[in-house]
Nanobody, 122 residues
């Protein structure tokens, strides 16, 4: 199995930046596509961004396009989400996930971290 642990969440002022990390365990990190999802308070979990196994292809939901950047370091087994120009509506628990290929549907991902809280003040 793959163990994923998110970190880097916290409280940030609107317009600021935050970088999330997701550390993977074991030697199989590089064979999985990875993604970030988020769940705002009282709302369903939603897709944020995804990246292919090699990192050559990335995908973003419209609301974060141009502000967020997903990347990965397969040697260090870490997934990143660089968030810029943060807005209060970005506040959510952010989860990283691993699956067989890039997809926007959460049921396509087999492994999940426990999440990290991001709160953006007005």
């Amino acid at each position: 199995q793959v163990r994923l642990v998110e970190s880097g969440g916290g409280l940030v002022q609107g317009g600021g930046s935050l970088r999330l990390s997701c550390a993977g365990s074991g030697p199989t990190f590089s064979v999985h596509a990875m993604a970030w999802f988020r769940q705002p308070p009282w709302k369903e979990r939603e897709f944020v961004a995804a990246i292919s196994r090699s990192g050559d292809s990335t995908y973003y939901t419209d609301s974060v396009q141009g502000r967020f950047t997903i990347s990965r370091d397969n040697d260090k087994k870490i997934l990143f989400l660089q968030m810029r120009s943060l807005k209060p509506e970005d506040s959510a628990i952010y989860y990283c996930a691993a699956g067989p290929g890039v997809a926007g549907n959460e049921d396509r991902y087999d492994y999940w971290g426990l999440g990290t809280q991001v709160t953006v003040s007005p």
